[in-house]
């Protein structure tokens, strides 16, 4: 709901410093793979306890989420590299509910849950950009983007502002995990009218 109006503002430092790290040598495929160690990270320090030093660990994995993508619109955008960056999202998304699900028995159901919802709008999200790419639809809502980019309620902006939530009031993981899990199901189905809309012949 909130990338797109976010892109024009973030978008211009980010291509300035992926410009510099691309004349640097660093290739978006390490930046990435940086971040799926540090989302793994993070769910291991969630599942400890280490709350502040997993809000900073997820900080940075957000910020090497936008980074390659930067670096690889300086030099050259690739098929892999568009699928390793979603993998690395869905690993970051998985990662940091479960984490706090294996902090606290109370968290666990609680994070299942979401994790679930996670799952499919994951589905929806990659199902509408697969049929997309297959009838020549494209969008530059998301910026300049390795397949399409369907929007919803919950996405990237909202799902980071929710995980700073979680590890900043970690004894309300429940409540707030439920409530956007919820939201989640809402994307899900906002997604689905759309596709209804745009794929029925």
């Known amino acids: 709901m909130l990338d797109a109006r976010l892109r024009p503002l973030i978008d211009p430092p980010l291509n300035a410093l992926g410009r510099t790290l691309a004349a640097l040598?660093?290739?978006a495929n390490a930046i990435t793979c940086i971040g799926i160690l540090l989302g793994i990270g993070a769910g291991a320090l969630l599942a400890q306890g280490q709350f502040k030093a997993a809000l900073a660990v997820i900080i940075v994995n957000r910020l090497l989420d936008g980074l390659d993508g930067a670096v690889a619109r300086a030099t050259k955008m690739s098929d892999f590299g568009g699928y390793l960056d979603i993998v690395g999202d869905f690993v970051f998304y998985l990662a940091v509910p479960l984490g706090f699900g294996l902090a606290a028995p109370g968290n666990l159901v609680p994070a299942l849950i979401l994790m679930g919802c996670f799952g499919l709008t994951g589905i929806s999200f990659l199902a509408f950009a697969t049929i997309?790419?297959?009838r020549g639809l494209e969008t530059s809502a998301h910026g300049k983007k390795s397949f399409f980019y369907n929007t919803g309620l919950a996405e990237g902006t909202e799902t980071i502002i929710v995980f700073i939530a979680f590890c900043l009031w970690p004894q309300h993981f429940p409540m707030i995990a439920l409530a956007y899990a919820g939201l989640c199901i809402l994307t899900v189905i906002q997604?689905?009218?759309?596709a209804w809309n745009a794929f029925r012949d």
């Open 132 to 134: 997309a790419g297959k």
């Open 191 to 194: 997604r689905t009218v759309a």
């Open 25 to 27: 040598g660093v290739t």
